[in-house]
């Protein structure tokens, strides 16, 4: 069975009590803000924060976590990884650095490349990222895995970067904002250093979180 059926399936229980929580907090703030005085607002501000955050706590920790569990354990065990590598000469095969590889997107990125037949280097300090993402691929003579924080210079010679590393979820930025600004702004920088230094080709990828809600 397809693994996100399954989880959905799965976890439709659990859906059903997320929203009943999510309608009794909005329920709740809508009555705090008719009964509430103007100078109350600051502490109306507080509680509707700590009701959002405690709502997306139970969100990510009931559904999304289980969701991507069951999908990579179903990833796991769909095939042999190492028996799909290719054989590339030393002419078409390139050094090719993830940071962020051990998290959901990057280690299926990883999976892609390692398949390709490059040299992977994951970089990731699993402030999200999980190691069994990647144990698959530990002990390939392709795969390189450095536990390091992107906050903090690398030496490398690599062809291709691919920057991922960042915290993974809103829940996750709420808890430590300033870890996110600072992976999300020193850590590139210090990749985009590396990329300019080696002359390696570059792609940063992002969420539309750090978007807000543009107009265009």
Request: hydrophobic fraction near 40%; aromatic fraction near 8%.
């Amino acid at each position: 069975m397809n693994p996100y059926k399954l989880a959905l399936i799965f976890h439709w229980k659990k859906l059903i009590v997320i929203f009943a929580i999510l309608s009794f907090g909005f329920f709740t703030m809508n009555i705090l803000c008719r009964i509430s005085s103007p100078s109350d607002e600051r502490e109306l501000d507080r509680r509707i924060e700590r009701l959002l955050t405690n709502s997306l706590r139970i969100y990510h920790r009931s559904y999304v976590q289980p969701l991507q569990e069951i999908v990579n354990r179903q990833h796991l065990s769909s095939y042999d990884a190492s028996s799909e590598v290719k054989q590339l000469n030393e002419l078409d095969r390139r050094r090719i650095l993830v940071t962020g590889g051990a998290g959901f997107v990057g280690s299926h990125l990883v999976d892609r490349l390692m398949r390709e037949g490059h040299l992977v280097i994951v970089v990731d300090n699993f402030f999200t990222g999980r190691r069994r993402n990647i144990e698959r691929w530990i002990a390939h003579p392709n795969f390189e895995l450095i536990h390091h924080d992107v906050e903090k210079p690398l030496q490398l010679e690599i062809d291709q970067i691919y920057h991922l590393a960042s915290p993974a979820s809103p829940i996750h930025y709420l808890e430590n904002p300033i870890k996110t600004l600072k992976t999300n702004t020193i850590g590139t920088l210090n990749m985009l250093g590396l990329a300019k230094r080696t002359r390696a080709r570059f792609l940063l990828a992002s969420t539309s979180e750090v978007y807000g809600n543009p107009v265009v």
